[in-house]
């Protein structure tokens, strides 16, 4: 009889993961949507501004590369069934600059057969709308600041002495 006859035995547990914590926006993805909602008014916008407006969100970090085939309107990212973008349901501005905000919703209001393409049009759609609201928070908080009249700095004034004479807290000889 060997000495492991003596000693306990122990089952080993299998590990198990703690689930991570939630992903948050990091500073670098957070800075991309404001600089984007700063430059860009999805609002009115061409094609060629919301390429570039998808690339500058993959440059800060605020979205990843397949985000940006969908957000620059990568004929990559759509099955070849789905409605294209050489037509739109809203009317654009003659310099070819549309609300893309009112033509993704136009869309999805329209509907289609398959779910995932309404899926892709409300992906795209919450892209916009965090742009939109990055310039709406950004146009406020620069408005008060500007609008607010500028403090007036207090006068500075010098004490005068006193007009009697001054006497010495010293015993005078």
Same mark, same amino acid.
């Given at each position: 009889?060997? !000495?492991?006859?003596?000693? %306990?035995? *122990? ?11 939630? %992903?948050? /926006? &990091?500073?670098?993805?957070? /800075? ?7 430059? *860009? ?16 969100? !993959? ?9 940006? #085939?969908? !957000?620059?309107?990568?004929?990559? @990212? ?8 050489? @037509? *739109? ?16 919703? /136009? #869309?999805?209001?329209?509907?289609? $057969? ?7 049009? =409300?992906?795209?759609?919450? *892209?916009? &709308? ?6 709406? =928070?950004?146009?406020?908080?620069? =408005? %008060?600041?500007?609008?607010? $009249? ?9 004490? #005068?002495? /006193?007009?009697? #004479?001054?006497?010495?807290?010293? %015993?005078?000889?």
């Amino acid at each position: 009889m060997g !000495l492991r006859a003596f000693l %306990p035995t *122990f089952k080993r547990e299998p590990d198990v993961q703690e689930p991570g914590p939630p %992903p948050v /926006a &990091t500073a670098a993805g957070l /800075a991309g949507w404001i600089r984007a909602g700063m430059r *860009f008014d999805v609002r009115r916008m061409s094609r060629d501004d919301l390429r570039e407006m998808a690339y500058e969100l !993959l440059a800060g970090g605020a979205i990843s590369m397949p985000d940006l #085939r969908l !957000l620059a309107l990568d004929p990559v @990212t759509s099955a070849p069934h789905w409605p294209g973008w050489n @037509t *739109f349901e809203t009317p654009g501005e003659p310099d070819a600059r549309r609300d893309w905000i009112e033509e993704i919703a /136009a #869309r999805i209001r329209k509907g289609h $057969p398959e779910c995932a393409y309404i899926g892709y049009l =409300q992906l795209l759609l919450s *892209f916009l &709308t965090r742009v939109e609201a990055a310039r709406q =928070q950004m146009a406020r908080a620069v =408005q %008060p600041a500007a609008a607010a $009249p500028q403090p007036l700095r207090p006068r500075l004034t010098l004490a #005068r002495p /006193a007009p009697a #004479r001054l006497t010495s807290p010293l %015993p005078s000889t």
